[in-house]
């Protein structure tokens, strides 16, 4: 029986899963593919700019330093906490606890935990160009090989959108629906071997009494158009497909969905898919 991969999607808040232990080896065989570059085009400013996601190639924040809503992974019950900084490199990662922020416009300071559980000063500030400086003390991060890579200073952060959230499709015999976080591997799939792992995103589309699940492995692009892999839960095949943000709508069309081999075998996911926030 295929395993419903969607449901396992829903849990956790902000459709990310924390692993309520501080390191974590993150599974799956397929290489993360980021642009070095990515501006977020067309997402409005909000009047509380420190909430919500923000994100870096090496760093992902989780944050809301107005009502303390974000789940701590570090603690066993996952008490609400400031916000979360996750530090990430290689497959690696490591989530570090914000304990307290005051915020004084577009400009916060307060409290992080760093690696001895000691408390330390960190910073943030929204830019004239909509990004987020963070000043942060050294925060570590331990490897698979037991390398060590520190991080620490000044660091520039986007804001996770518009790829991150959950649409949905329905109507000529399809229910689908899509619940995607490109900025953070953090969503119950499968890896491309086909076994449980973290995801980008995961697209549940049904026909009748027929499922398939398409895990996100891998992403890269630019602004309101990225180009995904994903792997078929339904034929098992590894498959290509560009995804259109349509800010006047917020809609994500789907396009290009080409095999990757031979013996990819049939995909629900198909070209002009839209599915609606």
Known sequence: MKKNYFLFALLGAGFCIQNPVMASE????????????????????????????????????????????????NSMDGDPCPGIIKVRKGGSEMSYTILSMKVNGKKASGIVSDNDFQEQPMSAE???DGTMKITIPALKLIMGEGDIKVFKGEKILRKAAPFAGKWSLKGNGIAAEMILNLYDRCIMGMNADMNDALSYGIINITMGMNVDDCSILSWEGIGNTVDVKFVSSRSGGIYKARLTYLPSTKKIKVSQVTPVGSDAGECYLTDGMEFVY
Request: net charge negative; aromatic share 12%; charged share 20%.
């Open 126 to 128: 929204i830019l004239a």
């Open 26 to 73: 993150v599974s799956g065989n397929e290489s993360v593919k980021v642009s070095a570059v990515m501006p977020v085009a067309d997402v409005p400013q909000t009047v509380k700019p420190f909430k919500g996601q923000w994100y870096s190639d090496e760093i992902y924040m989780d944050i809301d330093f107005y009502g303390n809503t974000v789940s701590d992974p």
